[in-house]
Nanobody
C-alpha cells in the first residue's frame, strides 16, 4: 500500500517535499516512481528511484528542480520540488514497479499505485 502526502498550495518559486510511505513487503528489485496529472491532461512520469542502490531518473521537465530520494529504513520515498512553477500544478502520485525499467517510463508499466496528493502553485 502506498500513501502520498505533503502536497499543498504554494507560490511560484517555493519548495515542497512530498512523501510516499510504503507499507507491506518491499524488495530490493523494486522501483518507486512519481507521476503527476494536471487537469485535463494525461498522467505523466516525473521521477523514479531504484529501491536498492538508489539509481534515479528524472523527467526533462523537472530535471534540476526536482529530486527523488528514499529512506529504506522508513520505507519512504520523497520528491523534493524546488523553484515550483504554476505548470507544476497537478495531483502527484507515487507508484511501484517490481523491477527497474530501462525504457521510457509510463503509466502502463507500473504495478501498484497510491492515492494522489494535490500540489497547487499559484500567486
Amino acid at each position: 500500500q502506498l500513501q502520498a502526502s505533503g502536497g499543498g498550495l504554494v507560490q511560484p518559486g517555493d519548495s515542497l517535499r512530498l512523501s510516499c510511505a510504503v507499507s507491506g513487503r518491499t524488495s530490493s528489485s523494486y522501483a518507486m516512481a512519481w507521476f503527476r496529472q494536471a487537469p485535463g491532461k494525461e498522467r505523466e512520469f516525473v521521477a523514479a528511484i531504484k529501491w536498492s542502490g538508489g539509481s534515479t531518473l528524472h523527467a526533462d521537465s523537472v530535471k534540476g528542480r526536482f529530486t527523488v530520494s528514499k529512506d529504506t529504513a522508513k520505507n519512504t520515498v520523497f520528491l523534493r520540488m524546488n523553484s515550483l512553477k504554476p505548470e507544476d500544478t497537478a495531483v502527484y502520485y507515487c507508484a511501484v514497479r517490481t523491477r527497474w525499467y530501462a525504457g521510457t517510463w509510463s503509466v502502463e508499466i507500473m504495478d501498484y499505485w497510491g492515492e494522489g496528493t494535490q500540489v497547487t502553485v499559484s500567486s
